[in-house]
């Protein structure tokens, strides 16, 4: 019990200094699969790494729910785990976001652990619901502590005929994202000094979830947010 007890007071700890990345920063978008190469082209200019390859992924999400009586929102999880390489799947807990107009980009608590293989099997134990999966492929840049996903969504392998066609949408889904300790709202205006320079390929904004409905909903509507913007 005292180890319990103390690694609740060093988690308090690092949490009241501000160590720990649990902040999430977000702005997002997309872009035509036909004008993709064009982003990639630029994105490759403007990130580190500018004489390297990008980094690839090819990841299975699947997105769980855990609703609690004495809490209107559900408990948001994401499980991730790498089909192209073997690594640890990841757990992920995403809260809600916070809509302040002030801020440039939208904001909402996120923390990442490494877990094993076992992790869905003990979540489904917890009471947990499934509430959608699907598969990601694309392509990770990074400028200094942000990081830029371009991703194409696709259902999960055999379910392609249940969701009607093999890709979500004809876009590839743009992320911009800094996972950064709390109070680091600078963040923000260097996020968008960053996505100006992207314009006019994928204007990337602020997305009001709540907008969206419950997760069904979302898995319904995904198709929507992918539509690019008109350039």
Request: hydrophobic share 35%; charged share 25%.
């Amino acid at each position: 019990m005292s180890q319990i007890t103390s690694s609740k007071e060093l988690l308090s700890q690092a949490l009241q200094s501000r160590i720990i990345p649990n902040q999430e920063y977000l702005l997002q978008g997309s872009i035509l699969d036909s004008a993709v190469d064009h982003l990639i082209h630029r994105l490759r200019g403007l990130c580190d790494t500018v004489d390297a390859s990008p980094e690839s992924f090819h990841d299975l999400e699947v997105c769980l729910s855990l609703r609690q009586p004495t809490q209107t929102a559900p408990l948001m999880l994401r499980v991730r785990r790498a089909l192209d390489r073997d690594a640890p799947f990841q757990l992920r807990y995403i809260g809600q976001p916070e809509l302040d107009r002030s801020r440039p980009t939208l904001v909402r608590s996120s923390i990442d652990v490494g877990c094993t293989s076992t992790i869905l099997d003990f979540l489904t134990e917890l009471g947990c619901r499934l509430d959608f999966e699907y598969v990601s492929r694309g392509y990770i840049f990074r400028k200094g502590r942000m990081k830029i996903t371009v991703s194409k969504i696709k259902p999960v392998p055999g379910k392609q005929q249940e969701m009607g066609t093999e890709s979500v949408s004809q876009s590839y889904l743009v992320e911009l994202s800094v996972l950064a300790p709390n109070g680091q709202d600078s963040i923000g205006d260097e996020m968008r000094v960053f996505a100006e320079q992207l314009k006019p390929l994928v204007q990337l904004e602020k997305i009001d979830y709540k907008r969206l409905g419950d997760s069904e909903r979302t898995m319904r509507t995904m198709p929507q947010l992918l539509v690019p913007y008109a350039n």
